[in-house]
């Protein structure tokens, strides 16, 4: 998909914007998960979440274009909205972000402070990723999906950070939605030579990327219900599932409630603020610990976009019930 020359030049338009993330090594989770744990805080970017990386690099690119659009619009729950509003601003680009009605009001809010236009449309993603296709033609807009080249090459540049500067990793755990952040990661590895596995993490409520890959073949499904937002996927692209079916070793699959878990360990520990789909790694090396004991492990924390109401329900409801 990419060459390491170009991951390399989009790393070093990324850091013009923003320095690269932490990974750090919490002595408290790796005695909770019996692991060498080291945590990749994409939850420490301009936008609180890794997308961004993927905005900064698209948007450098069509700047640079000679076909350079008017506009950008697209869909979203919300990490992908912020990333393009965030670099739309900063490259003087018009954005539109279609979201729908159950989005989180945080996201909205944040969404229409990096300076775009935000429509509410529709009772989930997929009504939403319709509606910005009707209003593409109407404002004469580039549309933008999830996953592109330009969009995963920008987001690779968090796996480049953690694969040169924690040496020796046996596993990494990375979340699973539309693909760009697995994908990048797999691309990355192999570009590098390393032997490090990378192992994707779904939620029980949209397992679509679990049965596919168990199953070598896409496999739809009917809806996407869990509190992870962000993997929150019913059907893979194609591009996307080739390469991790080629590049991953395994896709786990965990509960809403492991997610939680994992989410009130990284407040507890570490007393930073994971979104589900940023705690569901942490949540899959919960699932694999027995044998995971000893390893030398990364998760990313892909995101820390979950406002304090529902936050608190979540793991108040949690801790209530034991």
């Not at 005695?31 to 420490?44: Q, R, Y």
């Not at 987001?155 to 040496?167: G, K, N, Q, R």
């Not at 409520?205 to 168990?214: E, I, L, M, V």
């Given at each position: 998909?990419?060459?390491?020359?170009?991951?390399?030049?989009?790393?070093?338009?990324?850091?013009?914007?923003?320095?690269?993330?932490?990974?750090?090594?919490?002595?408290?989770?790796?005695?909770?998960?019996?692991?060498?744990?080291?945590?990749?805080?994409?939850?420490?970017?301009?936008?609180?979440?890794?997308?961004?990386?993927?905005?900064?690099?698209?948007?450098?690119?069509?700047?640079?274009?000679?076909?350079?659009?008017?506009?950008?619009?697209?869909?979203?729950?919300?990490?992908?909205?912020?990333?393009?509003?965030?670099?739309?601003?900063?490259?003087?680009?018009?954005v539109v972000i279609v979201v729908p009605e159950c989005n989180s009001?945080?996201?909205?809010?944040?969404?229409?402070?990096?300076?775009?236009?935000?429509?509410?449309?529709?009772?989930?993603?997929?009504?939403?990723?319709?509606?910005?296709?009707?209003?593409?033609?109407?404002?004469?807009?580039?549309?933008?999906?999830?996953?592109?080249?330009?969009?995963?090459?920008?987001?690779?540049?968090?796996?480049?950070?953690?694969?040169?500067?924690?040496?020796?990793?046996?596993?990494?755990?990375?979340?699973?939605?539309?693909?760009?952040?697995?994908?990048?990661?797999?691309?990355?590895r192999d570009l590098l030579g390393l032997t490090t596995k990378i192992?994707?993490?779904?939620?029980?409520?949209?397992?679509?990327?679990?049965?596919?890959?168990?199953?070598?073949?896409?496999?739809?499904?009917?809806?996407?219900?869990?509190?992870?937002?962000?993997?929150?996927?019913?059907?893979?692209?194609?591009?996307?599932?080739?390469?991790?079916?080629?590049?991953?070793?395994?896709?786990?699959?965990?509960?809403?409630?492991?997610?939680?878990?994992?989410?009130?360990?990284?407040?507890?520990?570490?007393?930073?603020?994971?979104?589900?789909?940023?705690?569901?790694?942490?949540?899959?090396?919960?699932?694999?610990?027995?044998?995971?004991?000893?390893?030398?492990?990364?998760?990313?924390?892909?995101?820390?976009?979950?406002?304090?109401?529902?936050?608190?329900?979540?793991?108040?409801?949690?801790?209530e019930a034991r």
């Amino acid at each position: 998909m990419f060459s390491l020359n170009e991951l390399e030049d989009a790393a070093d338009i990324v850091h013009s914007i923003m320095p690269a993330t932490p990974a750090y090594r919490w002595p408290q989770l790796c005695n909770s998960t019996g692991t060498d744990l080291w945590v990749k805080h994409e939850n420490h970017t301009p936008t609180t979440a890794f997308k961004v990386r993927g905005g900064i690099y698209l948007l450098n690119k069509l700047s640079e274009s000679a076909n350079k659009p008017k506009g950008l619009i697209s869909a979203t729950r919300g990490n992908h909205g912020q990333s393009l509003s965030y670099s739309g601003y900063r490259a003087g680009m018009p954005v539109v972000i279609v979201v729908p009605e159950c989005n989180s009001a945080d996201q909205n809010r944040a969404i229409e402070a990096f300076g775009a236009k935000l429509v509410i449309h529709g009772k989930d993603f997929e009504a939403a990723r319709k509606h910005s296709l009707v209003l593409q033609h109407e404002y004469g807009y580039m549309p933008i999906p999830p996953f592109c080249r330009d969009l995963v090459i920008g987001v690779a540049t968090y796996a480049l950070e953690l694969l040169t500067s924690v040496h020796d990793l046996d596993t990494v755990y990375v979340p699973v939605g539309m693909g760009s952040g697995i994908c990048g990661l797999i691309q990355t590895r192999d570009l590098l030579g390393l032997t490090t596995k990378i192992v994707g993490v779904v939620s029980a409520g949209a397992p679509t990327f679990y049965q596919s890959f168990k199953a070598g073949k896409i496999i739809p499904t009917d809806d996407a219900n869990t509190i992870a937002d962000g993997v929150a996927t019913s059907s893979p692209t194609k591009d996307a599932f080739e390469i991790i079916n080629n590049g991953a070793d395994r896709i786990v699959m965990v509960t809403d409630d492991e997610i939680i878990e994992a989410m009130y360990q990284y407040f507890k520990f570490t007393h930073n603020l994971a979104e589900g789909a940023g705690a569901i790694t942490l949540a899959g090396l919960n699932h694999e610990k027995q044998q995971m004991f000893g390893k030398k492990v990364a998760v990313i924390l892909t995101g820390g976009n979950i406002d304090y109401d529902r936050f608190t329900q979540y793991v108040a409801n949690k801790f209530e019930a034991r």
